[in-house]
């Protein structure tokens, strides 16, 4: 079964710093990627997908296939970036549901 | 377009009633999925319709079930409802035709069971 893993449940970071959030997955094949994001009082939204390999709002992240990993990264935190952060997995075989991690808060410091 | 709505936003029931939540999916979107939000367990699957047919189901007991309807708005039924049932519904749409599927999700409806 596929397995996403967010080790953090709380992140906290001082503006200006860099940021990771960590994913790990498990999951035999090639899977599909993806990280969401939920404001405060708003619905979940789609931050970005591996197979996109773009940066948006100054976050990036690399699937790492040896590691199972799809870190989360930012190199300059900032306030508004204070969210909760969700890692999902969707198997490449059709139309499969997304497995979510637990998430993880992460909480910007002025 | 107008975005997922689900209604109602709030509910509150008692143990062993019954709760039908709705959901209406953007313009074109064939596919619904819901999922249970909760501090402890995060995002988890329920279910997804998409054409009317239930394509994919999660981990839930027969209590937990769905449909879906010519105009793709789907419902989903809680029976005997549980203490534990107490959490954000969040249904999302796709269009969930071939390449990468991207969801689409409602602001959620907000259950609590006394």
């Known amino acids: 079964a596929q397995r996403v893993t967010q080790p953090e449940k709380l992140l906290s970071v001082f503006k200006g710093a860099p940021v990771e959030l960590k994913c790990n997955y498990s999951y035999s094949g090639s899977p599909e990627l993806f990280w969401y994001v939920q404001y405060s009082r708003q619905r979940l939204q789609l931050l970005l997908r591996?197979?996109s390999r773009e940066s948006i709002k100054g976050f990036t992240a690399d699937l790492n296939k040896g590691e199972t990993s799809f870190h989360l990264k930012k190199p300059f935190a900032q306030e508004e970036d204070s969210a909760m952060y969700y890692c999902?997995?969707?198997?490449?075989?059709?139309?499969?549901?997304?497995?979510f991690g637990k998430g993880t808060r992460l909480s910007v410091i002025a | 377009k107008a975005g997922v709505t689900q209604t109602p936003r709030y509910l509150i029931k008692t143990r062993g009633q019954q709760v039908t939540l709705s959901c209406s999916p953007i313009?074109?979107?064939?596919?619904v999925s819901w999922y249970q939000q909760t501090p402890g367990q995060g995002l988890q699957f329920l279910f997804e319709?998409?054409?009317?047919?239930?394509?994919n189901k999660g981990n839930f007991p027969g209590r937990f079930s769905g449909r879906q309807f010519s105009n793709s708005r789907s419902e989903m039924n809680v029976s005997t409802l549980e203490l534990g049932d107490s959490a954000l519904y969040l249904c999302?749409?796709?269009?969930?035709?071939?390449?990468?599927?991207?969801?689409?999700f409602g602001a959620g409806t907000r259950l609590s069971v006394l």
């Open positions: 313009s074109g979107h064939r596919s």
């Open positions: 319709y998409f054409s009317e047919t239930q394509r």
């Open positions: 999902a997995l969707r198997p490449y075989s059709g139309n499969t549901p997304l497995v």
């Open positions: 591996h197979i």
């Open positions: 999302a749409s796709s269009l969930a035709v071939g390449g990468t599927n991207i969801q689409y």
